[in-house]
């Protein structure tokens, strides 16, 4: 059974994600990252693409240590598994991705049969390298992690998987967190890029909540739910 996924994005009122400076631009807020720390205390593995790797250089952990406690006490990790995905194998194995939060898994990186080996002399023991033939297929990704356990997927981004997820209808949960700023750069990632959408621009995506995280709109929607349709 492939897991639920869960994507997980704050935007600017605009629709970016990032400006274009070399500092991460911050939509949200204080709290609002609170809440994203709980989403993922609550996720089984948690999924972000090879340049937000190489971008943000996050740990992409759970940092509260109350929560992690939570986990454990479940008889979970105290740490979801941690996911990235890259066609290319760029991935430096100095970036922080490998080296927190990884005590009882090993991330996992999915890639092209292509990029396979050179992924494995790079990162070694630091990662579980999965090839999945000739192109990147995510549906395929979902089985495979359905095979390994994984039963809620939490999808942090960037552009490319939150398109991806969504135009393949793959998604069955997604968190908007709008940030009171506009970016206005035309260079800027967005949120999602052109793509053809299940249903086209005619279809309304069904609404869940919408609820004020201090001066942040989150919007919760059910990609899946035929109510929407």
Do not use: C
Request: hydrophobic share 40%; no cysteine; glycine share 10%.
């Amino acid at each position: 059974m492939r897991p639920n996924v869960l994507l997980s994005v704050a935007v600017s009122l605009d629709g970016y994600i990032d400006d274009t400076t070399d500092e991460r631009l911050l939509l949200s807020n204080a709290a609002d990252f609170d809440r994203v720390d709980q989403v993922r205390a609550e996720s089984d593995a948690i999924m972000i693409g090879a340049g937000t790797v190489r971008s943000d250089n996050p740990r992409l952990i759970v940092k509260s240590e109350s929560r992690q406690a939570d986990r454990v006490a479940k008889g979970l990790p105290a740490q979801p598994r941690k996911i990235t995905v890259t066609a290319s194998g760029d991935l430096d194995p100095t970036a922080k991705f490998w080296h927190h939060g990884v005590e009882d898994a090993r991330p996992l990186v999915y890639t092209v049969a292509a990029a396979a080996p050179k992924l494995r002399e790079q990162l070694g023991e630091l990662a579980e390298v999965v090839d999945l033939g000739d192109e990147i297929d995510f549906a395929a990704i979902l089985d495979h992690l359905g095979g390994v356990g994984i039963g809620r997927l939490m999808v942090e981004g960037g552009t490319h998987l939150h398109t991806e997820f969504l135009a393949r209808g793959l998604a069955d949960e997604l968190h908007l967190a709008i940030g009171p700023s506009l970016v206005g750069d035309s260079k800027a990632p967005r949120f999602v890029n052109p793509a053809h959408f299940p249903g086209g621009s005619t279809r309304r995506l069904h609404l869940i909540d919408v609820s004020q995280v201090g001066d942040v709109a989150l919007l919760r929607y059910a990609p899946k739910d035929a109510s929407g349709a």
